[in-house]
Every structure is written in C-alpha cells, then in structure tokens.
C-alpha cells in the first residue's frame, strides 16, 4: 500500500515539475541508463568467464533464465534509453513561448509514465543483479571447495 501512497505522491508532483526539473530528471535517467548499459556488458563477460560452470551446475536452467533475462533487461534498457532521448527532444514544448495546453499536458502525461516505466525497471533490474550474484557467488563457493577437497 506505501508503494501506491508513493507513486500517487510523485505522479501529482510530477504535474507540478517545471521543465528545468523535467529536463534535470531526464538527464539523471539518462546517466543511470547508460550506466546500467555498461554493467549489461560486464555481466556478458561474466557469465562468459563462468559457462563451464553454469552449464555444469546442477542449476543450469536458473543459469539460463538468468542468461534470458539479462538479455530481455539489456532490450528494455535501449528501449528506455530511446524513449527518454525522445522525450528529452520533446522539451521544447514545455519551453518555446507558446500556449500549448494540450501539448503539455501530454509531455507531462509522458514525463509521469516514464516516472513509472523507469521506477518498475530499476526494481527488475536490482531483483536481476542480485540472482546473477548469486549464481556467481554459490559457483565461486563450490570452486573453492572442490579446490580444497583436490589438496586433501
């Protein structure tokens, strides 16, 4: 119920938001996307560094779903990625003089549903990072205990 509570609280500031603010908001996303698209490329190369391992694991279709879902994550990103591109093109509109009421009240429509899109990402995203890590971490334990029983 707090979740709602929130999301109303930050839809209704949303409609209050100058477009400086609008524009200052886009820019963060835009920087913690971009961000999370580089991390994209990191968990690529770590789940390449591990196959053997993956594969090998007695989880292996969790290691696949996690493999399926970074990917559908890294397509969801570009996506967002565009849309606040767009939106960030689409400023002008809150800016240029000229009594759009229609308009605007559209670009800031737009401004709340990215408010959303991007909040519900970012929770996907950090549920994502946790059980890749997990994976990661638990291959990484079994490593070094079958590394310990070989010295025995």
Known sequence: M???KTTQTNLRHAEWLSAEEMHIVSKEWLSELNFIKDEHLFFEDLVT???SQLIASDKFSDSKEIVDAINRSEKHN?????AVK????????MVDGIDQKEAEKAYTKEHQDLVIGIKDFLKEYKSLKTQLFDIIKNIKKEDKRSHLLDRE
């Open 86 to 93: 767009m939106h960030e093109n689409e400023l002008e509109i």
């Open 49 to 51: 560094h591990f196959t």
């Open 78 to 82: 570009n996506k967002l990625i565009e």
């Open 2 to 4: 707090e979740i709602m």
